[in-house]
């Protein structure tokens, strides 16, 4: 199994950027998936979840209406599009794909695989 992040870069605050994660060696299309982030100094953090089927979202507090995830089960591909970034949304940003049958969650420990990760800097 392998999950492929990209799509991190330096970019101005205010700016946007968008992430993609492309999954191999799992059956996507019937995963949910999420995606997380690192700050410096801080352990991860939830960001984003979606739903295998694409139909249902779950943010976290501090990104919501300003991130938004998506996927595209036929390129095996989940997406984080991020508007109106902030400094204090520099981390290292990891997707990562739940096992089968679970709802959307937050927490980390429920994923099973997990990306290389792809840094996102934002500059005030």
């Known amino acids: 199994v392998q999950l492929q992040a990209s799509g991190g870069g330096l970019v101005q605050a205010g700016g946007s950027l968008r992430l993609s994660c492309a999954g191999s060696?799992?059956?996507?299309?019937?995963?949910?998936m999420g995606w997380f982030r690192q700050r410096p100094g801080k352990e991860r953090e939830f960001v984003a979840a979606?739903?295998?089927?694409?139909?249902?979202?779950y943010y976290a507090d501090s990104v919501k209406g300003r991130f938004t995830i998506s996927r595209d089960n036929a390129k095996n591909t989940v997406y984080l599009q991020m508007n109106s970034l902030k400094p204090e949304d520099t981390a290292v940003y990891y997707c990562?794909?739940?096992?089968?049958?679970?709802?959307?969650?937050?927490?980390?420990?429920?994923?099973?695989?997990w990306g290389q990760g792809t840094q996102v800097t934002v500059s005030s």
């Open positions: 979606i739903m295998w089927i694409g139909d249902s979202t």
């Open positions: 060696g799992l059956t996507f299309s019937s995963r949910n």
């Open positions: 990562a794909a739940a096992p089968w049958g679970l709802p959307n969650t937050p927490r980390a420990k429920d994923y099973e695989y």
